[in-house]
């Protein structure tokens, strides 16, 4: 008896010497500024305040103050200073365009959950910044030092009463910015609401009263948050605003707006989506058939691969992939008559790259046919012939044009020249591009890429781009050109790669769902 009241008092503690460890793992963990990112997504209570038409919201749910101590964590030792400024000049960027200074007025006080909200896509859009406390008096205290110093600035203050709740508005601003109407309203003591105006600020009181009309009791957008995982930010799109500050085409039809999750991924930012399209016809899912990029080679800057790529270019297809996708594809193509009419003839996946030696497209077996393709080269002044060398036999397809200079005379004209078939049918622009098909070595840096965006997915359509193109992409994007105004400094020479990828669509009550994926990679 002895001798086991002596084993259970050794157990007992060990255990407790167990929990007690794990417990402090677990305080360190999440004391971490790398926990910053481990966040479960899901609609805080804002969400209630959201109109489900409103032009954008954006839900940040993780601690803005930690956000400086995440990117100094994840960054390279001699960047993480900088890294660290930058990303506190960049939060503290975003906080002064409400005219607010994060360092002064929020910084003592404000909670994880903060959110956004722009009710219309106009010039001059009312928005509302829904901001949490961390105790129940800090949005208090907020609060009156924010109208005090107003006040003592000059602003006139006007305070009344709507929906039983106080509401403070007046024109305001930061020492030295120019004076904007603002509103404020406290809600249970611990959440701040600050509008750019008195009658935005009734419009999402009004709305947090109608069940049927806020964010936080919309269904189907619960179920669509459920499915997007875990993110540190959840933003919603209307169609307005996905086509006049995300440059998506205006004229895509039935589009019916974007929920997407952001997820930081060590320096990287992750992003994934639905992007839904009302439809009243069932369509056809645009299904995966293979996958050309194992064992593929290539020096690609951009790599690409399509599934049934001759539905995406057929003008009559109504399916959102091919009216959204298939005009980006064709303005690529446009003066590059032999890869659009491997496009075109092609219903199998194409794996498509963009090199300085030329463009090089790997296809199934007999896709397309060399009759089927001849028939559409020879439309454009193309003949086919054989060319032999290195010990292979080309298919080259060329056009005579007629030479300048003294060594006037007629020459033949190289336009696309296909390799032995082996596992796939291998195309190219150039026979130097051609060649490149057999450098695996040179290519994992996308397909390493192609790796991330194929991970817990099969693409249907997916784009994976070196610095160099994502660069390029970038540059002229709406949203990207704001964030780099708010950090402040140029973010482009940062930029080291991009993937983007659709999913499988999803049919559903409404019309047809496309699952978005999307990684930015950043030095």
Do not use: C
């Amino acid at each position: 008896m002895q001798a086991r009241s002596f084993i259970t008092a050794v157990a007992a503690a060990i255990l407790t010497l167990l929990l007690l460890f794990a417990g402090l793992l677990w305080g360190i963990d999440r004391r971490s500024p790398v926990s910053l990112v481990r966040q479960p997504l899901n609609l805080p209570r804002a969400a209630r305040f959201v109109p489900r038409d409103t032009a954008l919201s954006l839900h940040w749910l993780a601690d803005p103050a930690r956000l400086p101590a995440y990117a100094q964590a994840v960054a390279p030792a001699k960047q993480r200073r900088a890294a660290r400024d930058g990303a506190r000049q960049w939060r503290d960027g975003a906080f002064a365009m409400a005219g607010l200074d994060f360092d002064v007025e929020l910084a003592s006080w404000l909670g994880p959950e903060l959110s956004l909200i722009v009710l219309d896509a106009d010039d001059s859009p009312g928005w509302v910044l829904a901001l949490t406390s961390r105790d129940d008096d800090g949005a208090r205290r907020f609060l009156q030092r924010f109208w005090q110093t107003r006040s003592l600035a000059g602003t006139d203050l006007q305070i009344s009463s709507y929906r039983g709740m106080g509401l403070i508005s007046g024109r305001g601003a930061l020492l030295g910015r120019e004076p904007q109407p603002l509103a404020t309203a406290l809600i249970d003591d611990d959440m701040l609401l600050l509008a750019s105006g008195r009658g935005v600020l009734e419009r999402v009181l009004d709305v947090s009263q109608l069940q049927e009309q806020h964010q936080l009791a919309d269904a189907d957008l619960q179920r669509q948050v459920a499915r997007l995982g875990d993110g540190v930010a959840l933003l919603t799109a209307s169609p307005e605003a996905l086509t006049k500050w995300f440059d998506v085409p205006a004229d895509l039809e039935g589009l019916d707006g974007l929920v997407a999750a952001l997820q930081p991924q060590e320096s990287d930012l992750a992003i994934t989506g639905l992007m839904r399209f009302r439809s009243q016809d069932a369509l056809a899912a645009w299904p995966v058939t293979a996958d050309l990029v194992f064992g593929a080679g290539g020096r690609a800057d951009l790599m690409g691969q399509l599934q049934d790529p001759a539905r995406l270019l057929d003008p009559t297809e109504s399916h959102p992939l091919a009216r959204w996708l298939g005009p980006l594809i064709v303005r690529q193509v446009e003066d590059q008559s032999a890869a659009k009419a491997l496009l075109d003839l092609s219903h199998g996946p194409v794996l498509w790259q963009q090199q300085k030696e030329g463009w090089l497209l790997a296809t199934q077996r007999q896709q397309p046919s060399l009759e089927s393709l001849d028939e559409r080269l020879e439309q454009n002044g193309l003949a086919r012939s054989e060319l032999v060398g290195d010990g292979e036999t080309l298919q080259v397809w060329t056009r005579l044009v007629r030479q300048k200079g003294r060594g006037a005379g007629l020459s033949a004209q190289l336009a696309v020249a296909q390799a032995p078939p082996t596992d796939r049918d291998w195309w190219g622009s150039s026979l130097a591009a051609l060649a490149l098909r057999r450098d695996t070595r040179a290519l994992q840096p996308r397909l390493q890429q192609w790796q991330w965006l194929s991970s817990d997915a099969e693409p249907v359509q997916a784009l994976t781009l070196a610095s160099r193109p994502a660069r390029e992409l970038l540059s002229g994007w709406r949203p990207w050109m704001l964030v780099q105004a708010l950090a402040g400094q140029p973010l482009q020479p940062h930029v080291q790669g991009l993937s983007l990828g659709v999913d499988a669509d999803r049919q559903d009550d409404d019309g047809i769902v496309l699952p978005l994926r999307a990684r930015l990679e950043l030095a």
